[in-house]
């Protein structure tokens, strides 16, 4: 865990170093590897752009191995728009020796016109197989309408989902469906109108 945000952090630093340059030169690239002390390689590289309209993106990624089968990659990116939208997104993934892997990922964004979104979650591979994930996503609109999206799922247990959603006109929706080997796929949902009289969803 210390190594994964360790490494997070040193391409976070690596981003903030590259952006600037960017925006001098309208390009740069670095990039580079080393064996590192736990007998494995650290490598890792940044890029980032600026365009004529005022437009950026920068983004870095890597990977750190320990000579004994693990081994740690992350990699995160960020984005501005020249009309004010910007968009941020991170992610980590470990792979042990024994199998087991385990990811993490997530995402940030904000129009211009004030809509906002977010994403975030993972999921873990144990050694004997078994896994088990989850992600919860929510999304505002400048017109007032919102989502909120979770699922999550784990081997024996299936996935199951949850939407709740709301329309700029007041309307909302809750769902929830689930899905699990040899029992088929189970939906439930409820429309209602601005007023919380129940209204057909299909209208």
């Known amino acids: 865990m210390k190594k994964t945000l360790l490494f997070s952090a040193m ?14 030169a309208g390009r740069v690239k670095a990039r580079g590897a080393h ?6 390689v650290t490598a890792g590289g940044a890029s980032a752009v600026r365009g004529q309209n005022g437009g950026s993106a920068a983004g870095a990624r890597g990977v750190v191995t320990d000579g004994h089968g693990n081994a740690t990659a992350a990699s995160g990116g960020v984005a501005r728009g020249p009309n004010g939208g910007v968009a941020a997104r991170a992610g980590t993934t470990s792979a042990g ?3 087991s892997v385990a ?3 997530g995402f940030a964004a904000r129009g211009a016109n004030g809509g906002t979104a977010t994403s975030q979650g993972g999921f873990t591979r144990n050694a004997d197989g078994t896994a088990s994930g989850a992600r919860n996503t929510t999304a505002h ?4 309408s919102s989502y909120t999206g979770s699922t999550t799922g784990s081997t024996g247990n299936g996935v199951d989902h949850h939407t709740d959603a709301t329309g700029a006109n007041g309307t909302h929706y809750v769902g929830d469906t689930s899905a699990q080997k040899g029992q088929g796929v ?3 949902g409820t429309c ?3 007023a919380g009289d129940v209204i057909d969803c299909h209208q």
Do not use: I, K, R
Request: hydrophobic share 35%; net charge negative.
């Open 11 to 24: 391409l976070l630093t690596a981003m903030n170093f590259a952006m600037p340059s960017a925006q001098a």
């Open 141 to 144: 609109g400048a017109n007032g």
């Open 35 to 40: 064996a590192n002390a736990e007998g494995g």
């Open 103 to 105: 990811h993490q990922s």
């Open 97 to 99: 020796s024994d199998g």
């Open 186 to 188: 189970n939906h439930t």
């Open 192 to 194: 209602t109108n601005a």
